[in-house]
């Protein structure tokens, strides 16, 4: 059965690095998302892309966040310069797309921690 | 905005006894769809079952099923015969009916399962 992947599973970083979070996505799946899960807290959404382009951002997605999807398979989340805050479990997800909602498929995430 | 309320922090339950986990929710949307995910430790999203709104019948997925009541905004999780595997926090979640909408979570309920 296909999955969403993700990598690293745990990375470990110092304040102010930066940091690329590495996801594949479902191959015919169209819409990618990133969501934020700080622990012990509920998930939160970051980011939607579709087409090469954002299609929605939260508050939470602020310069310091940046998407692209550098290949057809990879989608990545790039952290420019990393703040304590910022250690969390990130979760990548995917979905076909469509006039109506389809399911997103969740990758196992990955934990960030900042020291 | 969309929002997710979860007002039970922690549930527990005795092993092979019915629990029932509550979830209530506020849009002004008419056509949209609710989730439930189980977060076990390994912290992987699992979705557990899905409502579609304009869906009057209750959706059931074995030993879970849903009570869900449009006016009031309400959307209950029941978990059946609990097994020691049902432990996990378990959110309840909300998306828009568009092709590529984001999720809205609640804050997650942690359901504990006595032997």
């Known amino acids: 059965e296909p999955e969403v992947t993700q990598t690293p599973s745990h990375q470990v970083t110092q304040m102010g690095q930066e940091v690329i979070l590495r996801c594949v996505p479902i191959?015919?799946?169209?819409?990618f998302y990133w969501y934020r899960q700080i622990l012990g807290q509920k998930v939160e959404f970051l980011v939607s892309?579709?087409?090469?382009?954002?299609?929605?951002k939260s508050e939470i997605f602020d310069d310091q966040f940046s998407v692209e999807r550098p290949d057809g398979s990879n989608f990545t989340l790039k952290i420019r310069s990393t703040k304590l805050e910022d250690s969390a479990m990130y979760f990548c997800?995917?979905?076909?797309?469509?006039?109506?909602?389809?399911?997103?498929?969740f990758g196992p995430g990955t934990r960030l921690t900042v020291l | 905005a969309q929002t997710v309320t979860q007002s039970q922090p922690e549930m527990s339950v005795q092993e092979a006894e019915t629990v029932t986990l509550s979830c209530t929710y506020d849009?002004?949307?008419?056509?949209?769809?609710l989730f439930w995910y189980k977060q076990p430790p390994s912290r992987q999203m699992i979705l557990v079952i899905r409502?579609?709104?304009?869906?009057?019948q209750n959706a059931t997925e074995n030993r879970f099923s849903v009570n869900f009541q449009k006016a009031a905004k309400s959307f209950s999780l029941k978990i059946s015969d609990s097994q020691l595997g049902d432990a996990a926090m378990y959110f309840c979640a909300y998306a828009a009916n568009f092709g590529n909408e984001k999720l809205t979570f609640g804050t997650g309920t942690r359901l504990t399962i006595i032997p």
């Open positions: 849009t002004s949307e008419s056509d949209y769809y």
């Open positions: 191959s015919n799946h169209l819409y």
């Open positions: 997800a995917s979905t076909e797309g469509g006039p109506s909602y389809n399911e997103q498929f």
């Open positions: 409502q579609e709104a304009y869906k009057q």
């Open positions: 892309f579709y087409n090469n382009e954002i299609s929605e």
